[in-house]
């Protein structure tokens, strides 16, 4: 059970380019979210998927897309990266109806 | 818009000192989970509070939800140099609402037990 992985862990972009951050977990969780993490203000949502086939913008979506491809995956895109996106990017699942929810290890994005 | 604020930001310690970290909002959240997290890691869930007044131990850890769930609070006794990392609070949606899991995190504080 690897649990939650995302991938890449580390990326340095220019500005104007574009990535997809993956996210896949192997729980069969329903729910699955992406955050990103900034020094001093935790972490802030910016898209969840309640349940496979179903995406909703969360605190801060602006600059962002999602796609859950499927049960498992669940991947994040910045269609064209400004510096202001440079943070540490965490995904996570849980169980309908559980609290916990699962987080991967991140993924640190620098954008020049 | 729902808002934590988490006090302190940092905690510089020593080893065998109590501590305690606050966790206040002027909403109320249905639920509220503290997590902790290492350097190059996600946040590990810790404890899930979901009564007001509730009082969860884990060890040297002591939460606490407020009673009207607009508050917690993490106690550490006898605080250890494994215990370092940054601890984070965060809420679960609003009373009577759907959150679909939807977390609020607080700000975070930075602890640092020196031995």
């Known amino acids: 059970n690897a649990g939650v992985t995302q991938t890449p862990k580390f990326q340095v972009l220019k500005t104007g380019q574009s990535m997809t951050l993956q996210c896949a977990q192997d729980m069969n969780h329903n729910s699955m979210y992406w955050y990103r993490q900034d020094p001093g203000m935790g972490l802030r949502l910016i898209y969840y998927?309640?349940?496979?086939?179903?995406?909703d913008k969360g605190e801060v979506p602006n600059g962002y897309n999602v796609s859950r491809l499927n049960k498992r995956e669940f991947s994040l895109r910045l269609e064209s990266a400004a510096p202001s996106q440079t943070s540490v990017y965490f995904c996570a699942s849980k169980q309908s109806a559980k609290e916990t929810q699962y987080f991967g290890p991140g993924t640190r994005l620098l954008v020049l | 818009t729902q808002l934590l604020e988490q006090s302190p930001q940092f905690l510089s310690i020593q080893e065998g000192e109590n501590l305690t970290v606050y966790c206040n909002s002027s909403s109320v959240f249905s639920s509220l989970q503290w997590y902790r997290q290492e350097p190059g890691e996600g946040p590990v869930l810790l404890v899930t509070v979901v009564t007001g007044g509730e009082v969860k131990k884990l060890k040297r850890l002591t939460f606490q939800f407020g009673d009207a769930r607009k508050d917690s609070s993490l106690h550490i006794t006898a605080a250890q140099p494994g215990d370092t990392g940054l601890y984070l609070c965060a809420g679960t949606g609003n009373a009577g609402g759907t959150s679909y899991g939807k977390l609020t995190f607080g700000q975070g504080t930075i602890l640092t037990v020196h031995p």
């Open positions: 998927s309640a349940s496979e086939g179903t995406t």
